[in-house]
């Protein structure tokens, strides 16, 4: 979150699906203890991410193979 404030993200929308994406179970955690709403975001992204990647992964086998 530090180098997202520095770069002038601060809103939920902005650092929690950053903190979701990029630090996982334990990124979520920390979004919670920075609000509610970072913390929801956080939570949804990793949610998206990972219906995303159960429904591409098999299609993307399918095509590299």
């Known amino acids: 979150p530090k180098v997202l404030a520095q770069l002038g993200y601060k809103d939920a929308i902005s650092v929690g699906p950053a903190i979701g994406a990029a630090a996982h179970g334990?990124?979520?955690?920390?979004?919670?203890?920075?609000?509610?709403?970072?913390?929801?975001?956080?939570?949804?992204?990793?949610?998206?991410?990972?219906?995303?990647?159960?429904?591409?992964?098999?299609?993307?086998q399918m095509l590299l193979a």
């Open 26 to 60: 334990i990124g979520t955690a920390r979004a919670y203890l920075i609000s509610v709403e970072h913390g929801v975001m956080a939570s949804l992204t990793m949610i998206f991410s990972g219906i995303l990647l159960t429904l591409l992964t098999p299609l993307l």
